[in-house]
């Protein structure tokens, strides 16, 4: 009866194993974190691929209509909330920053990043999980080689103007007591 049991429990260990290896998705968008806040004038990103596949990382600026012009959403008073209801929202529209680049993972895991400068706005980063298949159109005498989106990742973020940073001097002229305690012991030591 003890032999079924660990029998039993070594097979639901294992099934449960491998379902999570059979559902985990392919990529992962590490950066920007999903429906985040970043104060920055440049955007990271870098998308987690953990499969032998190819993917396609595209960033968008999520602009909104003012007159004719499309202008970068004011996002100055932006909570996590207002991120998660802007998701699908109509009164975006997505703008393409820079061509889609495609990257093919040969390891185990890989790691697609680039920086992109940005100005204060709304963003999306869209991960894609590309696949090849061969597919015989009506009428052809040959398959046709054809690129098809298996899977979609996009996240959100929120680009608010950096804020100024105060130099601080390294080095400063006036001396502590401590400072010039030491000193003097180091001039005396040296003489």
Not at 18 to 29: L, N, P, S
Not at 58 to 71: F, M, P
């Amino acid at each position: 009866m003890l032999r079924i049991r660990r029998i039993t429990a070594i097979i639901l260990a294992i099934a449960v194993l491998a379902t999570g290896f059979v559902f985990a998705d392919a990529a992962a968008i590490v950066s920007p974190a999903a429906n985040s806040i970043v104060y920055t004038d440049s955007l990271l990103v870098s998308v987690k691929v953990t499969e032998l596949k190819t993917i396609r990382v595209s960033v968008y600026a999520e602009k909104v209509t003012s007159g004719d012009k499309l202008v970068n959403a004011d996002v100055s008073k932006f909570t996590e909330a207002d991120l998660k209801a802007a998701t699908g929202d109509p009164k975006y529209t997505d703008v393409l920053l820079a061509d889609p680049a495609e990257y093919t993972n040969t390891l185990e895991i890989g790691f697609y990043t680039k920086q992109i400068a940005v100005s204060p706005g709304l963003y999306k980063v869209k991960a894609e999980t590309l696949e090849t298949v061969m597919e015989w159109p009506e009428g052809a005498v040959e398959p046709v080689e054809k690129t098809i989106v298996t899977e979609t990742k996009s996240s959100l973020v929120a680009v608010k103007k950096k804020p100024t940073e105060e130099k601080t001097q390294v080095f400063q002229n006036n001396s502590t007591g401590a400072i010039t305690f030491i000193r003097k012991i180091l001039k005396g030591l040296l003489r």
